[in-house]
């Protein structure tokens, strides 16, 4: 058994880095501060199984669908292991509406289906769009999920990033959010994911 095997018992644990210094941000008010007082998440850790699901749904999906995901909340962690699909009122290949997620949820999920590169927005690759949108970050800040996750379907490999909601609050003036550097996931095939299983 290889030694990353023990060590890594699920896909993604990553800490949630802060806006990087710099970057353009609206001041924050009273009500941004008690956002960010109330919600002590930090880390999101998704199961392999999941991180699997997620992969094959996205890569098969040509138009945007929503997922709840749920699990457990334990210190500054929240470790998810399953989802439902809510109802959706539309979904189209750039846009989706659904229903709100049941108070329990840790993480919202949806996809961005990779259909090529778009120079309006500047996206090249499908890394680029990887990133939340002017709609997509109206939504995260009127919700009270703690994360939202991306995955960009479609593309030659797996891709998935993720925001804490605070993330999405404090940048909430951007037309976009991009990925963070240390908050997204490229892998080169689902087979390569089983390494990281316990």
């Known amino acids: 058994m290889p030694r990353r095997t023990r060590l890594l018992p699920y896909v993604i644990v990553a800490a949630m880095a802060a806006p990087r210094p710099g970057h353009a941000q609206a001041p924050l008010t009273p009500l941004d501060s008690a956002i960010l007082a109330s919600q002590p998440l930090k880390r999101l850790v998704l199961s392999p199984s999941l991180f699997r699901r997620l992969s094959v749904l996205a890569a098969g999906l040509d138009r945007e669908v929503v997922l709840c995901l749920q699990g457990t909340a334990s210190g500054d962690s929240a470790m998810v292991r399953d989802f439902v699909m809510p109802d959706l009122l539309s979904s189209a290949a750039d846009a989706v509406q659904p229903l709100p997620c049941a108070p329990a949820t840790l993480a919202v999920w949806h996809n961005h289906p990779w259909t090529g590169p778009d120079s309006s ?78």
């Open 121 to 198: 927005f500047g996206v090249k690759t499908p890394e680029d769009f990887c990133s939340l949108s002017e709609p997509d970050l109206r939504t995260v800040i009127a919700d009270s999920v703690p994360f939202a996750v991306v995955s960009v379907g479609r593309a030659r490999r797996p891709i998935l990033c993720w925001w804490r909601r605070v993330q999405a609050v404090v940048n909430r003036h951007v037309k976009f959010l991009p990925r963070f550097a240390r908050q997204w996931l490229e892998v080169s095939s689902l087979a390569a994911i089983d390494t990281l299983a316990p």
